[in-house]
């Protein structure tokens, strides 16, 4: 598998996972913004759930966020990884996830996808409502929406898309 | 890292040491497990030390969730001790911090079960 100019940057734990015989690309033709980029596609499972939060911490921690943010931004990006596998798949052996994580100079990009039915984000009810505030699960989405900045659904038919955005400051260091 | 459970008894108080994750696949199943073993052994006043779970995602959440829920059900307390920053912000965001009875002193938690 051959890399483009954006491994340089990529976080060890991109590496174990190709080596592991995850399958794993990244893309050369990067806009100018872009300092780098890489995609996985990965099996339904919660090893994959570990995988992608690791790494989403280390994409985070890279691009100069502080410990608190980047364990924020690995754990929306674990509970999108969990929506896939779960929801999305339901560990379906047969279906894969895919993240990408993208470094640009104003923002972290990181984009979950699953092969499942299709999630409605306006059909969750609302985990803060008294009625659902007991209730044992529904709660990792608000969670996403509440650490990214910004949170975008694409259905794929069949399949989500989930973009997680967290913008960068401009004084921010990392790369 | 998956979550260990030490259980001791105090005054009549289950404790209920925990360390570890709560996620998905790791420490959710233990808690659901390690209060169900309490609430069969005719305990219903436990009380979960949290001080050294480092890490809890949406599923560990709706765990603790279930775990209050199925002790209140069963005309017991569960009470939250301990919790670190990290736990604590959560609880915080999703509404839950006054749902929960939540000490931060094993002692003053111990005499606040009804007797």
């Known amino acids: 598998m051959t890399f483009g100019k954006s491994t340089s940057t990529l976080p060890s734990s991109l590496s174990s996972a190709t080596a592991d015989g995850y399958e794993g690309s990244a893309r050369t033709a990067l806009a100018d913004s872009t300092t780098s980029r890489v995609s996985f596609t990965l099996d339904s499972s919660l090893d994959s759930v570990n995988k992608v939060e690791l790494t989403a911490e280390e994409a985070a921690q890279r691009a100069g966020f502080d410990e608190e943010t980047a364990t924020h931004v690995a754990m929306a990006v674990r509970e999108a990884a969990v929506n896939a596998v779960l929801h999305g798949n339901a560990y379906d052996p047969n279906k894969h996830i895919t993240a990408s994580f993208e470094t640009r100079s104003d923002s972290l990009v990181i984009r979950v996808t699953d092969q499942g039915p299709g999630l409605d984000p306006d059909s969750i009810p609302d985990p803060l409502a008294p009625e659902n505030i007991l209730r044992g699960s529904g709660r990792g989405i608000f969670l996403i929406r509440a650490f990214m900045d910004e949170v975008h659904f694409r259905q794929l038919h069949p399949g989500t898309e989930l973009t997680l955005i967290k913008h960068r400051t401009p004084a921010q260091p990392g790369n | ?115």
């Open chain 2, 1 to 115: 890292m998956s979550m260990k459970v030490q259980t001791r008894q105090v005054d009549g108080v289950t404790i209920l040491d925990l360390s570890g994750r709560i996620t998905l696949g790791e420490g959710s199943v233990t808690i659901r497990d390690a209060v169900r073993d309490v609430l069969a052994k005719g305990s219903n006043k436990i009380l979960l030390n949290l001080a050294e779970i480092n890490y809890i995602d949406s599923s560990g959440i709706g765990e603790l969730v279930s775990a209050f829920t199925t002790v209140k059900n069963s005309g017991g307390e569960l009470k939250l001790l301990n919790l670190t920053k990290k736990v604590h912000d959560l609880l915080q965001i999703t509404k839950l911090y006054t749902v929960f009875d939540v000490k931060d002193d094993e002692a003053s938690a111990i005499s606040s079960f009804t007797k």
